[in-house]
């Protein structure tokens, strides 16, 4: 397999020893990473040895596999995926035994369970629904601190955990982090068999999540090599305890001798006005420069501040999609972002109805959105995304991945005829069933699964807690007038073609996403970041809204819309203003009236 890369890219993704490679967006971070992941997977010297790739999100890890879909690459001796995954598979499943709490077994709640448990808790404790209950732990296995009443919320939220046997993503860190510590032979047997761990995204990662890594490096006794890649200006996670540590803290924290410090500074994202404009906001002013082949070109970059009140949004949000769409932007080549989900919950739906012949992607309009982590989301793609030869080797992927999930979930082995991708996948292709509605039709196709494959849901809470949660909140979603989202089973299918149209999510579920329109609404002091976010986490205000504007700016390739609506007001009735980080970005924007 070949990839091509620039100077910059080849000297970053060859460079011996462990390296660190800071990335500004646009620059090929990707294409980087996976050519070293080529480079280490050659470069082993027994079939007993792994590279894993810890990546930030389950879709990153996809996107990262699907460019190595290449029949001269042999990915049976790569691993790839975030790093509650990593933990999972190969930490607390395998060692639960050496666990007072996980050894009778256990089963990782959803998000969707954790939010439902938390907003009851919520409101019985006497908080407010948009209140964050940050349930991280630290290395010590405390909590975060926190007032004696959200003390006795957390006490209740694993006192109910543990009655069920569930642990939550944060406990899931902390069990793997603990046994590592506690019983020397696991990191000592992981050491010896990873060569080399890519991590990307690093300036999100948290600490415990550095602590499980770095023991597996400790003691690789020097056979460990560690590739980092990411970007301290678009550090945007610090209130989920995501830290961007310098140079010299990740020498430190992997105790290694040496690390080297690369940079790829060529944008092949964005224009090069585009890119000066987000470069206002960089923490270090490093030089980027466009390698776009429409570097030149000018856009539309305009910002409206205090122009509309906030009913007016979904109107001249349309309005603005027209204009694109009318000058030849796909539909999928168009995102609308705002700060918090609740703003955006609605959008999608108002918008459809303005612009019916327009497709678009929004959290409102599916009712499987936010269960990509669900065992039964996973089957339920298999089953949903129909059979065509250009996603037949991402099907055959998922077909594997979900061999080794249900294995590892069950504690044995499927049955011999189903344990190939290649023979999960033809099954699944076979079974068809009568029902035309979506959700009885996926439990039918899921049940007849299960008969083949000899499991029994109700014997393994591994699988019933999930099934109960994903089928709960798909029809949550379908049975709320609110939401109108039809529930034949064609229609749920044809939320899972590509492209899906216009996408409405939020900025913090942008990063590593690219859009030749971008058009953010929201922008105010407050909103970016959430206020909750700046006491409960006491983080610096400007410092996260710095970053998160660079992020929402570095997405767009050549046009850019930003909003600062009024109208909106905190539960004290005091007027939301501008965000100040904005109004100090030095750019001449287009007037939008011109274009209307």
């Given at each position: 397999m070949t990839i091509k890369l620039n100077d910059q890219q080849a000297a970053a993704a060859n460079h011996p020893?462990?390296?660190?490679?800071?990335?500004?967006?646009?620059?090929?971070?990707?294409?980087?990473?996976?050519?070293?992941?080529?480079?280490?997977?050659?470069?082993?010297?027994?079939?007993?040895?792994r590279v894993i790739a810890v990546t930030f999100t389950n879709r990153a890890a996809e996107e990262i596999k699907s460019r190595l879909d290449d029949p001269e690459i042999s990915l049976y001796q790569l691993w790839a995926g975030t790093i509650h995954s990593f933990s999972l598979d190969w930490i607390l499943r395998p060692y639960a035994c050496y666990s007072k709490y996980l050894k009778k077994g256990f089963s990782v709640a959803d998000e969707f369970y954790i939010r439902s448990l938390k907003n009851n808790l919520k409101q019985k404790y006497g908080f407010k629904y948009y209140d964050d209950i940050d349930t991280r732990i630290d290395r010590s296995g405390n909590t975060v601190s926190c007032s004696t009443n959200e003390k006795r919320l957390k006490k209740e939220y694993y006192e109910y955990l543990t009655e069920r046997k569930l642990i939550d993503f944060d406990m899931v860190l902390y069990f793997a982090y603990e046994l590592m510590r506690r019983i020397n032979?696991?990191?000592?047997?992981?050491?010896?068999?990873?060569?080399?761990?890519?991590?990307?995204?690093?300036?999100?990662?948290?600490?415990?999540?550095?602590?499980?890594?770095?023991?597996?490096?400790?003691?690789?006794?020097?056979?460990?090599?560690?590739?980092?890649?990411?970007?301290?200006?678009q550090a945007i996670y610090s209130s989920l305890g995501g830290i961007a540590k310098t140079r010299q803290e990740i020498i430190q924290e992997f105790e290694i001798d040496h690390l080297a410090h690369l940079r790829l500074t060529g944008n092949y994202r964005s224009t090069q006005r585009i890119i000066d404009l987000s470069i206002n906001?960089?923490?270090?002013?490093?030089?980027?420069?466009?390698?776009?082949?429409?570097?030149?070109?000018?856009?539309?970059?305009t910002f409206n501040n205090q122009d509309y009140h906030k009913d007016d949004i979904p109107e001249l949000i349309a309005k603005m999609v027209a204009l694109h769409i009318d000058n030849g932007v796909p539909s999928h080549e168009i995102c609308i972002l705002a700060p918090q989900w609740w703003l955006i919950t609605s959008l999608g739906r108002k918008l459809v109805t303005m612009l019916p012949d327009v497709k678009f992607d929004a959290p409102g309009l599916s009712p499987l959105?936010?269960?990509?982590?669900?065992?039964?989301?996973?089957?339920?793609?298999?089953?949903?995304?129909?059979?065509?030869?250009?996603?037949?080797?991402?099907?055959?992927?998922?077909?594997?991945?979900?061999?080794?999930?249900?294995?590892?979930?069950?504690?044995?082995?499927?049955?011999?005829?189903?344990?190939t991708a290649?023979?999960?996948?033809?099954?699944?292709?076979?079974?068809?069933?009568?029902?035309?509605?979506?959700?009885?039709?996926?439990?039918?196709?899921?049940?007849?699964?299960?008969?083949?494959?000899?499991?029994?849901?109700?014997?393994?809470?591994?699988?019933?807690?999930?099934?109960?949660?994903?089928?709960?909140?798909?029809?949550?979603?379908?049975?709320?007038?609110?939401?109108?989202?039809?529930?034949?089973?064609?229609?749920?299918k044809k939320m899972f073609k590509r492209p899906g149209g216009v996408v409405v999510t939020s900025c913090h579920s942008i990063k590593g996403e690219e859009y030749e329109t971008v058009i953010c609404y929201g922008i105010l002091k407050g909103y970016i970041p959430n206020?909750?976010?700046?006491?409960?986490?006491?983080?610096?205000?400007?410092?996260?809204?710095?970053?998160?504007?660079y992020v929402i700016f570095t997405r767009a390739k050549k046009n850019l819309h930003l909003i600062s609506e009024y109208g909106r007001r905190t539960q004290r009735g005091n007027s939301y203003c501008t965000n100040q980080n904005i109004e100090c970005v030095d750019c001449e924007y287009d007037a939008l009236d011109q274009y209307f």
């Open positions: 020893g462990n390296v660190l490679v800071t990335a500004c967006p646009g620059s090929g971070k990707t294409r980087v990473l996976t050519h070293r992941i080529v480079k280490e997977l050659s470069e082993l010297e027994s079939t007993k040895h032979e696991i990191p000592k047997t992981l050491g010896a068999i990873i060569r080399s761990i890519c991590i990307d995204e690093y300036q999100d990662t948290q600490d415990l999540q550095y602590g499980i890594l770095s023991e597996i490096v400790k003691n690789s006794f020097g056979f460990s090599k560690v590739f980092i890649v990411g970007d301290v200006n906001l960089q923490a270090d002013e490093t030089q980027v420069v466009s390698l776009a082949d429409f570097a030149d070109e000018r856009g539309i970059i959105h936010h269960q990509r982590d669900n065992i039964w989301f996973k089957i339920a793609r298999l089953f949903l995304v129909e059979p065509e030869p250009r996603l037949y080797l991402p099907r055959l992927r998922w077909a594997g991945a979900i061999i080794r999930e249900l294995e590892i979930l069950l504690g044995t082995d499927l049955p011999d005829e189903y344990r290649r023979r999960l996948l033809m099954l699944a292709n076979s079974i068809k069933s009568i029902e035309n509605d979506g959700i009885p039709n996926l439990k039918d196709v899921f049940r007849q699964l299960m008969v083949y494959l000899k499991i029994k849901i109700d014997d393994h809470s591994s699988l019933a807690e999930p099934w109960n949660s994903f089928f709960e909140k798909a029809n949550d979603r379908l049975n709320n007038p609110e939401y109108n989202i039809p529930s034949d089973i064609l229609s749920l206020w909750n976010s700046v006491f409960d986490a006491n983080i610096d205000e400007d410092v996260e809204a710095r970053r998160l504007l």
